[in-house]
Nanobody, 119 residues
């Protein structure tokens, strides 16, 4: 089965940067990063269509976050710049969506990595 393992989380101050990594055993057309804060639903923050390299970001992170991949290593990255306290959440790597890459119906998920941004 497809396995995903996130790493790179940590604690930073407002305005600083962090780079998350997701080691994947296989690749899929839909690869994405999600996050979930306490009391809130899980939300997508970056989507990658691996077939053509297209990316999608919600307004909340657009211009600050960048999703990318290393094909040779089957590794997905999320570069996060200008971090804000509201970015604090557990971040998850996900792969394979049945109803489109922008849906939340992903099949494979990593264990999550904590990102904490202090003011």
């Amino acid at each position: 089965r497809l396995r995903l393992v996130e790493s790179g989380g940590g604690s930073v101050q407002t305005g600083e940067s962090l780079r998350l990594s997701c080691a994947a055993s296989q690749s899929r057309v839909c690869m994405a990063w999600f996050r979930q804060a306490p009391g809130k639903e899980r939300e997508w923050v970056a989507i990658l269509y691996t077939n053509d390299g297209a990316t999608v970001y919600p307004d909340s992170v657009k211009g600050r976050f960048t999703i990318s991949r290393d094909n040779a290593k089957n590794t997905l990255y999320l570069q996060m710049n200008s971090l804000q306290p509201e970015d604090t959440a557990i971040y998850y790597c996900a792969a394979e969506s049945r109803y489109g890459c922008r849906s939340t119906n992903y099949i494979y998920w990593g264990q999550g990595t904590q990102v904490t941004v202090s003011s």
